[in-house]
Each structure stands twice: as C-alpha cells, then as structure tokens.
C-alpha cells in the first residue's frame, strides 16, 4: 500500500541549529501532511501542502513538496528543546481516501 | 474550546476479552476518525465516521467495530482481544466530511492486552 517513508528515523541536533527531515511516497498524492507527536501521546497537525504546491511556511516550519521525485521535506529553523518529538509526514491519494502515515522522525533537540 | 477528548486513558485487558474506547470531538466537528498506533510505527487507520455514517473503514478484522451518536462522540469497540491488539488507540476529529483534510488528535487511550 501507499505510504511516506520518513529519513532519518532519527537525528540528533544543538538547540538553535536548523533540523530537517524527508518524506518520500511511492504514488500520486493529493495532499501531505506533517504532524508532530510528543512522547507517545496525541499528533499535532504542522501544515499540509497540496499537490499544486510547492512551498509553504509556518512560522519556523517550512515544508517542500516536489512531486516529481515523490517526495517532502520538513525543516524546522533555529530548533528548540521544545521541539523533541516524533515527525510523522501523512499522504493520501484522493480527497476521500484515508490519511497514510509513515513511521516517523525522532528528533532529539538538546540543549 | 475543548480539543479532542478520549477515555479512559489507559487500559489493562487479558486476552479473549472485549473493549470500549470513547471520543469526544471538537465542538462543531461531525467528522470522527479511529486510529491504531503501534510501538515504533506511525498510525494506521481504522474507521471514519461522519454524521453518524461510517465514511472509511481500514484494513483491520471484523472484530474492530463502531458507531457515532447524535452528538457526534464516538465509540470504538474490539472484540475477543489479542496481544497483538496493544497500541495506541487514537481519535481524530474534522471540520469537513473528507477523509484526508486536516485531523485534530485526541491524547489517545494506551490499551496493554495481557
């Protein structure tokens, strides 16, 4: 089945560097999505790019989205001890097909 | 405004057993989403429902089963539980009747089957 792939599974960076992680998905995609995750608990919704876009900013996020290679990337500027957390990217094919998560990024951020 | 609230939070079952998780979605939000999460991996889908209509349903055994109510909260039940069933179960809510708009998580409920 259709799914992103996060990389790394895991990446360990200085609080105040800049951290990015990759998604990559095997088939056309309608939207992707990006969602946060702390400790096992409940996903936070980060932004969603669709697949006629190619660039979106929130604030220190920035998300890229290039269909061609079938694939995403999270950066996240001037990181924080705050944002240690799982980083999972999300696709789905068609605006009523289900949401397919990948199984994520670890990033540690130490101060 | 409340987000998304689930219950109970955590839960100890033996096997052959039955359960029922609860979900309260986002005042306004007729749309309810079930996710499974296990240990390691990103979560995967199980149902949606949305004005009381089940929208979606995942690749997960008959066992998996559930209803929305009139105030759109939301039920999901397993039956004859197994090992394998111990995850994460989470639920999502959304302002919209699509399946892959924007999802609003609950803390979700830690289900261990023993």
């Known amino acids: 089945s259709q799914q992103g792939e996060e990389d790394p599974q895991a990446l360990s960076i200085q609080e105040g560097e800049n951290a990015t992680m990759n998604c990559s998905y095997k088939t056309s995609i309608n939207n992707l999505q990006w969602y946060r995750q702390n400790s096992g608990r409940g996903l936070v919704h980060l932004i969603l790019i669709r697949s006629n876009e190619r660039e979106k900013h929130s604030g220190r996020l920035r998300v890229t989205l290039d269909t061609s290679k079938k694939s995403s990337s999270l950066l996240i500027t001037a990181s924080r001890a705050a944002d240690t957390a799982s980083y999972f990217c999300a696709t789905d094919v068609s605006g009523n097909t289900p949401l397919v998560f990948g199984k994520g990024t670890r990033l540690s951020v130490i101060a | 405004d409340a987000g998304v609230t689930q219950s109970p939070t955590h839960l100890i079952k033996t096997r052959g057993q039955q359960v029922t998780l609860r979900c309260s979605p986002i005042s306004g939000h007729k749309s309810v989403s079930w996710y499974q999460q296990v240990l390691g991996q990103g979560p995967q889908f199980i149902f949606q429902?949305?004005?009381?209509?089940?929208?979606g349903r995942g690749n997960f055994p008959d066992r998996f089963s559930a209803r929305q109510f009139p105030n759109y909260s939301s039920e999901l039940n397993v039956n004859a539980l197994l090992l394998g069933d111990s995850a994460l179960y989470l639920c999502?809510?959304?302002?919209?009747?699509?399946?892959?708009?924007?999802?609003?998580f609950g803390p979700g409920t830690r289900l261990l089957v023993l």
């Open positions: 429902y949305y004005e009381k209509e089940e929208r």
């Open positions: 999502a809510s959304s302002d919209t009747g699509w399946i892959s708009e924007t999802q609003y």
